[in-house]
T-cell receptor, first 109, second 116 residues
Framework: AQRVTQPEKLLSVFKGAPVELKCNYSYSGSPELFWYVQYSRQRLQLLLRHISRESIKGFTADLNKGETSFHLKKPFAQEEDSAMYYCALRTGNTGKLIFGQGTTLQVKP | GAGVSQSPSNKVTEKGKDVELRCDPISGHTALYWYRQSLGQGLEFLIYFQGNSAPDKSGLPSDRFSAERTGGSVSTLTIQRTQQEDSAVYLC??????????????FGSGTQLSVL
């Protein structure tokens, strides 16, 4: 079955500390992984996608097929990074995404 | 329009009543999705429309839930005989509908449904 797991509901760090939001997936085919973010009182929006191998707002994520993971990382957290983060898996050739349960990142001053 | 529009933004209803939630996708987007966002459950997929194809209804939790999309644009999600466990934020998203890698979803601001 296709599944995305984000084991942490809440991750709290101090400003300047490194951040890693964990994401594991279950899918037998070739996955496409995404991270979406929802800042307070804003809409859910795309942060980054694995295929682009991009860095957005200092965040990066590497797809590890051996560990079936797509962890989101940032070396130095900022207060404005505080938000809800969702990992998502796209399967097949449709746009349909399967989302994880979400992780709330809280960056303290 | 500028983005995906959902109405109403808030809906309070009594248990057992029917509700309709509306979604206006971005003009030209052929794909439309409904998700449900609740504490502890994350984002649950409900239903997906792509052009004139039969919708993917695999995420609808029960036969009390249904959705339609008229004219390939506006969509309505209907919940019949609402239950308290239906309380959640219902999110709509749209996308260009292509099968290209990196298909990006654009989300609306959601409808907060409260069933008393």
């Amino acid at each position: 079955a296709q599944r995305v797991t984000q084991p942490e509901k809440l991750l709290s760090v101090f400003k300047g500390a490194p951040v890693e939001l964990k994401c594991n997936y279950s899918y037998s085919g070739s996955p496409e992984l995404f991270w979406y973010v929802q800042y307070s009182r804003q809409r859910l929006q795309l942060l980054l996608r694995h295929i682009s191998r991009e860095s957005i707002k200092g965040f990066t994520a590497d797809l590890n097929k051996g560990e079936t993971s797509f962890h989101l990382k940032k070396p130095f957290a900022q207060e404005e990074d505080s938000a809800m983060y969702y990992c998502a898996l796209r399967t097949g050739n449709t746009g349909k995404l399967i989302f994880g349960q979400g992780t709330t990142l809280q960056v303290k001053p | 329009g500028a983005g995906v529009s959902q109405s109403p933004s808030n809906k309070v209803t009594e248990k057992g009543k029917d509700v309709e939630l509306r979604c206006d996708p971005i003009s030209g987007h052929t794909a439309l999705y409904w998700y449900r966002q609740s504490l502890g459950q994350g984002l649950e997929f409900l239903i997906y429309f792509q052009g004139n194809s039969a919708p993917d209804k695999s995420g609808l939790p029960s036969d009390r839930f249904s959705a339609e999309r008229t004219g390939g644009s506006v969509s309505t999600l209907t919940i019949q005989r609402t239950q308290q466990e239906d309380s959640a934020v219902y999110l709509c998203a749209s996308s260009g509908g292509g099968t290209a890698t990196n298909e990006k979803l654009f989300f609306g601001s959601g409808t907060q449904l409260s069933v008393l």
